[in-house]
């Protein structure tokens, strides 16, 4: 699975031009500028010399021909703001931090003197040896909880290996990747201390996962739910020993306040006030495109595929849904079993990770009134348990002597779906002109 994570990622960071992904331009402008103190301070006002060559790269390989915006034209001279957000101006520096955007960047080390293109591929390398990282864990985190289901084990990792838009992001760069990366390792941590009983070491890796990755993206702020449902459990089980409890959760609460990221505290303000006016309007189309583009929408979101895709979907989630009730139904003797109650426990865990993450792009949208944020990619951080949930519903309708069988229908199927997505929707888009 490692292998073919591999190249398919590798066909995807080949075969997509460059600068055709969500915010590619933007993020590895901060990953190249964090690798130099002075360029990681720079503006549009004293931009390093670098920025002249990723503008002229950005026309090179006719970025806008590919996007609805309107096509600037190219004035030599002119600022890179004038062609692409740049995020230390648009955040007043608080998006991102600098040693995250330097994991992110480094292998441009290796090539100082390359090309803006050649370091942009280099990038690219490493965003897709995250992947292969994300897969692994998720493999052993599934591994962890259902440890004699191989249906699972391997079904799991499989629905991302062949997930399109999942490969096709974590091909390009995003520092959305390093966040997926953190919290599922984050989430693993958690799933390993809640089956096998927390040790100091798993709840430091636990906790540095979760502080690195919410300063790596906002898109991990849903980790602090998380390991609060942990403590939670803890609270019950030990609930007549609450009064050293609360003190150690009480620190615990504020250290993670004190390294929490700026930018979080600014949002959370803003969201409480809204609550508080309680000004709510959800445009429809976040919802519908948060789904579509979770699964496939290639380039900036702008390939859309046949509705049919969508649809299949559509239908496939409603049927793993169908299958968790009957999961609960078939299984309800185990849901108060003491021997499954860790199992249930990791599974509450991470369910409240991906309604947490799922429901902060929901609210944002309808207390800001925008449509912004509604790219599938914001919800990729807890693609892994969204992966478990999905599969673990299919799983409940394949009879016992057919889940090898079912196992591999289903990879075949993933596969020719993720091939049918990059060779006939998103090659030819981005290679019509030839």
Same mark, same amino acid.
């Given at each position: 699975?490692?292998?073919?994570?591999?190249?398919?990622?590798?066909?995807?960071?080949?075969?997509?031009?460059?600068?055709?992904?969500?915010?590619?331009?933007?993020?590895?402008?901060?990953?190249?500028?964090?690798?130099?103190?002075?360029?990681?301070?720079?503006t549009s006002a004293n931009g390093p010399a670098w920025y002249d060559d990723l503008s002229q790269s950005l026309f090179t390989f006719a970025m806008w021909d590919f996007l609805d915006g309107k096509r600037p034209g190219y004035v030599a001279g002119?600022?890179?703001?004038?062609?692409?957000?740049l995020y230390n101006e648009a955040y007043d520096g608080q998006y991102g931090s600098q040693p995250t955007y330097a994991a992110i960047g480094w292998p441009i080390l290796f090539a100082p003197g390359a090309s803006i293109?050649?370091?942009?591929?280099?990038?690219?390398?490493?965003?897709?040896?995250?992947?292969?990282?994300?897969?692994?864990?998720?493999?052993?985190?599934?591994?962890?909880?259902?440890?004699?289901? =191989?249906?699972? %084990?391997? *079904?799991?990792?499989? @629905?991302?290996?062949?997930? /399109?838009?999942?490969?096709?992001?974590?091909?390009t760069v995003n520092n959305g990747n390093l966040a997926e990366l953190l919290a599922t390792a984050a989430l693993y941590f958690m799933v390993r201390g809640i089956m096998r009983g927390f040790s100091w070491p798993v709840v430091l890796a636990m906790f540095v996962c979760t502080i690195v990755a919410m300063w790596a993206k906002a898109t991990a702020y849903f980790l602090p739910?998380?390991?609060?449902?942990?403590?939670?459990?803890?609270?019950?089980?030990?609930?007549?020993?609450?009064?050293?409890?609360l003190p150690v959760f009480a620190v615990l609460a504020g250290l993670g306040y004190l390294l929490a990221p700026e930018r979080l505290k600014i949002l959370?303000?803003?969201?409480? =006030?809204?609550? %508080?006016? *309680?000004?709510?309007? @959800?445009?429809?189309?976040? /919802?519908?495109?948060?789904?579509?583009?979770?699964?496939?929408?290639?380039g900036w979101v702008s390939v859309a595929l046949h509705p049919f895709w969508y649809w299949l979907w559509l239908w496939a989630c409603l049927l793993a849904v169908v299958g968790w009730v009957v999961f609960g139904v078939t299984q309800r003797r185990l849901i108060f079993s003491?021997?499954?109650?860790?199992?249930?426990?990791?599974?509450?865990?991470?369910?409240?990770?991906?309604?947490?993450?799922?429901?902060?792009?929901?609210?944002?949208?309808?207390?800001?009134?925008?449509?912004?944020?509604?790219?599938?990619?914001?919800?990729?951080?807890?693609?892994?348990?969204?992966?478990?949930?999905?599969?673990?519903?299919?799983?409940?309708?394949?009879?016992? *002597?057919?889940?090898?069988?079912g196992l591999v229908s289903m990879a075949a199927a993933l596969f020719l779906f993720d091939t049918l997505v990059l060779f006939y929707y998103a090659v030819p888009f981005f290679y019509s002109r030839y």
């Open positions: 699975m490692l292998a073919l994570t591999l190249v398919r990622g590798l066909l995807y960071a080949v075969l997509i031009p460059p600068w055709q992904a969500p915010d590619e331009p933007g993020q590895f402008e901060r990953a190249k500028a964090a690798l130099s103190a002075q360029d990681w301070a720079s002119q600022p890179l703001s004038r062609y692409i957000t293109v050649s370091q942009l591929y280099l990038v690219r390398l490493n965003m897709v040896l995250m992947n292969l990282a994300v897969i692994y864990l998720i493999y052993r985190l599934v591994q962890t909880i259902f440890p004699q289901n =191989r249906f699972l %084990i391997v *079904g799991v990792p499989l @629905l991302i290996l062949f997930h /399109p838009q999942h490969t096709h992001l974590t091909s739910f998380a390991i609060a449902t942990i403590g939670l459990f803890y609270l019950w089980r030990y609930r007549r020993r609450w009064y050293w409890l959370s303000l803003w969201i409480g =006030r809204g609550i %508080i006016e *309680g000004q709510f309007r @959800l445009n429809s189309l976040v /919802p519908i495109d948060l789904f579509r583009s979770f699964w496939a929408f290639p003491t021997q499954t109650r860790p199992q249930l426990q990791a599974l509450t865990a991470l369910a409240v990770a991906v309604v947490v993450a799922v429901s902060i792009p929901l609210v944002w949208s309808a207390i800001t009134d925008t449509i912004v944020y509604r790219q599938g990619r914001s919800i990729y951080p807890v693609i892994g348990p969204i992966s478990l949930f999905l599969v673990l519903g299919w799983y409940q309708f394949i009879p016992a *002597g057919w889940r090898q069988e």
